[in-house]
């Protein structure tokens, strides 16, 4: 596809459920990003793949978040045991790899613990 | 660490009204700074970028100049629209290539 796109749009948990959340890349691009973005605030990082390897976790805000990317391509965040305070949304960026070079973020998943 | 410090919004402006946004950071070496733009409804886009002190990046009618010396990347534009209605994100890529993004900035633009 032309740009980053994340599915789905908008999820609604109850307290305790477990969600999983998909992002599809740039074809082609090496690096991929997952930040999350509580309302009114920016984005913050929370783990970054080269390939298929998970380069930096250290965003993660508890072991309730996982993430894999297992061939190198789309990639799936997944909270277990979800929380009122994981309410936000999640975004995902790709890059071509290179240093500094430019992130470009997918409209993002809309996540409601209720 | 490396931060991000960005002028607190919403601000609201009448239509061809001079904008600036203030930005200033912290960063170990010399980053390069960019300015992200999440209009209604939509993704975050990169609006625009300076790899190095003294650059000036540039697009559609914004300019945001690299100051090392300040540590700023202040965003300005000389006449507003309605359309530049959006929330700016001041950001800062680090060596570890995660991005920092500042706090964000609401704009509203008036008729």
């Known amino acids: 596809g032309a740009g980053v796109s994340q599915s789905p749009r908008y999820k609604v948990a109850k307290r305790g459920q477990d969600v999983a959340l998909r992002c599809d890349p740039i074809?082609?691009?090496?690096?991929l990003f997952w930040y999350q973005q509580a309302l009114g605030q920016g984005p913050e990082f929370l783990t970054y793949?080269?390939?298929?390897?998970?380069?930096?976790k250290s965003g993660l805000p508890s072991d309730r978040f996982f993430a894999e990317r297992p061939e190198g391509s789309v990639s799936t965040l997944k909270i277990q045991r979800t929380q009122q305070e994981d309410s936000a949304v999640y975004l995902c960026?790709?890059?071509?790899?290179?240093?500094?070079?430019?992130?470009?973020f997918g409209p993002g998943t809309r996540l409601l613990v209720l | 660490g490396d931060s991000v410090t960005q002028m607190e919004g919403p601000v609201t402006l009448s239509e061809e009204a001079f904008l600036t946004i203030n930005c200033t950071y912290t960063a170990t070496g010399y980053p390069s700074l960019f300015w992200y733009v999440q209009y209604p409804g939509e993704g975050l886009q990169l609006l625009l970028k300076a790899t190095k002190a003294d650059d000036k990046g540039s697009n559609k009618g914004f300019e945001a100049t690299y100051r090392k010396e300040t540590t700023s990347f202040h965003l300005e534009k000389g006449s507003v629209q309605v359309s530049d209605s959006a929330v700016y994100f001041c950001?800062?890529?680090?060596?570890?290539?995660?991005?920092?993004f500042g706090s964000g900035t609401r704009l509203s633009i008036r008729p």
């Open positions: 960026a790709s890059s071509s790899g290179h240093l500094q070079e430019t992130q470009y």
């Open positions: 074809s082609g691009h090496v690096s």
């Open positions: 793949f080269q390939n298929e390897a998970q380069l930096d």
């Open positions: 950001a800062l890529p680090t060596s570890a290539s995660k991005i920092i």
